[in-house]
């Protein structure tokens, strides 16, 4: 009865990972919608102008993020030696995040003509809210099971400070891009105003997403080891919260290597016409 019971809770943690993946396959058609909106758009020459730098910049950052996680690769290598192999993947997916929140925070503020009065859109015209705040509580609940494992010792100081800092300044850059994407007037012209829509929604999907990544990864390496160190310890009695504790490691684990499938979808820039961007 035991096993059936720990067989049962481990596959009811596995769903909210589920649900959050089928959240972000629905923000699909969200990108669809706005680039067939640009598509089916003439935007003046400004919006033109304006979709062809924000690629630009975009690519730039993002390049900058590579070189950033090689430079984290090379330095805990200059560190830790051979030791340091299993830090590469976390340090390029770091660098990686990163460059993709700074591209979306940093980007140049388009030059066309704002609405006069300004009028400027809701959030839940650029993302859902739901995916907003699954980034919000997977953040907090990532800072609450760091402190957690920290002050029972199960995690040193390095790790600690790391797992704790790093998903906090990702959430403050992307509250930062939100905030920035929404008190910004729309265009005056009506022609530019699907390219502005669309370039918001890339903007607020890319920092949600990328947030996510950053706090479900780490959020279930850490409930992957404090369930394993509570099995490992001495029980007399059945115990279920090492099962939940893996099946939420591993929920959350596949969780953000989801939303990292999804997140890669998204870095395609918004495009008006494939020559205006290439010239």
Known sequence: MGRLIAVVLFI????????????????????????????????????????RRQAQHGRRVRAAGWLLGIAMIIGS????????????????ILGLLAGVLLAELTR??????????????????????????????????????????WRSDELNDAVGWVSLVVPLLAWLVAEGALLRGLVRPLPAQGADIPVDEALRTWTAHLVTA??????????????????????????????????????????????????????????RPVRSDAHALTR
């Open 12 to 51: 009811a943690v596995l769903v909210p990972g589920v649900v959050l993946s089928r959240a972000w396959w629905l923000a699909a058609g969200r990108r669809a919608v706005a680039s067939a909106g640009v598509e089916l758009a003439e935007p003046t020459p400004e919006g033109i102008a304006v979709l």
């Open 77 to 92: 290598l200059v560190l830790f030696a051979e030791s340091s192999v299993f830090l590469w993947v976390p340090a390029l």
């Open 210 to 267: 990328a947030t996510s990544v950053l706090a479900l990864l780490p959020l279930g390496t850490l409930l992957l080891l404090g369930g394993i160190e509570l099995g490992d310890r001495a029980n007399d009695g059945f115990d279920l919260l090492p099962v939940a504790l893996v099946a939420g490691g591993f929920s959350a684990l596949a969780a953000g290597a989801a939303v990292a499938g999804f997140l890669l979808t998204w870095l």
């Open 108 to 149: 140049p503020r388009p030059r066309w003509a704002l609405s006069s009065p300004p009028r400027r859109p809701r959030q839940g015209e650029l993302v859902s809210g739901g995916l907003v705040w699954t980034m919000r509580a997977v953040v907090a609940a990532l800072a609450i099971t760091t402190v957690l494992l």
